[in-house]
């Protein structure tokens, strides 16, 4: 059993960390878990802002669909990210969806005290605007790889992405991740993953296993998506 929970989800998270007491109880006394089955939707484009959600455990991507079916994945979610502030602040429907990849355990903090906390607290205003500029240069940065890199230098750039103190918690050396999930999230075909993944494992970045990967060098993965650009526009 995970010894992750909905409390040390928002206590070891950064702006968790800023509340006083006062703030911590308010949120604890409010926030609630929802646990969302592999294939479902934790948000749906069009669903009404009314909590700020947080990954206790699992995986998600955040995704949208054009009208003739295509779907884009935008990025992943895993432990310890936060996601929705947009849709709250502007008072608006989601405007993607975020599907589970494998049994989720969500924190859920209600509208009302996502803006009691705004308008009490500087650090946590603070730790909003810093989650929000992260995840503003992880949306370029994903443009930038959909429309300039290869696949192998999208798989590892997608690895590497899961690697931001900024926007979730360090997942460690192992990364459990299968083929699957990593074709989702980088955008390609399992078949394409899989031959981008036997890459990097020959080149010394990644080694895998039955269950997952190990990173053995992640600037390395950040380096070799970065050379890969080079030497495609050069």
Not at 110 to 133: D, G, I, K, V
């Amino acid at each position: 059993m995970s010894a992750h929970t909905l409390h040390s989800v928002i206590d070891e998270s950064t702006w968790g960390r800023g509340l006083t007491a006062a703030e911590r109880a308010l949120v604890v006394s409010s926030a609630s878990e929802r646990r969302v089955g592999a294939g479902q939707a934790i948000v749906s484009v069009g669903d009404a802002a009314s909590h700020w959600f947080g990954m206790i455990d699992g995986l998600a991507k955040m995704s949208v669909t054009a009208a003739d079916g295509r779907i884009t994945t935008l990025t992943g979610s895993s432990r310890g990210a936060w996601f929705g502030e947009g849709s709250l602040l502007r008072h608006a429907p989601f405007r993607y969806d975020v599907i589970a990849l494998r049994e989720c355990r969500i924190a859920q903090v209600p509208r009302a005290t996502f803006e009691a906390l705004r308008q009490s607290s500087l650090p946590f205003n603070h730790c909003l605007q810093h989650l929000m500029n992260a995840r503003l240069g992880l949306f370029i940065g994903m443009l930038h790889n959909d429309r300039l890199l290869g696949p192998d230098a999208r798989v590892a750039a997608c690895i590497a992405s899961l690697y931001n103190p900024d926007l979730s918690f360090d997942p460690g050396p192992r990364l459990d991740l299968t083929q699957a999930e990593v074709a989702l999230l980088a955008g390609v075909s399992r078949q394409r993953a899989n031959q981008a993944l036997q890459v990097l494992h020959e080149r010394g970045l990644v080694c895998l296993g039955s269950r997952g990967m190990l990173i053995q060098d992640l600037d390395g993965l950040r380096a070799f998506a970065c050379q890969a650009n080079k030497n495609t526009n050069g």
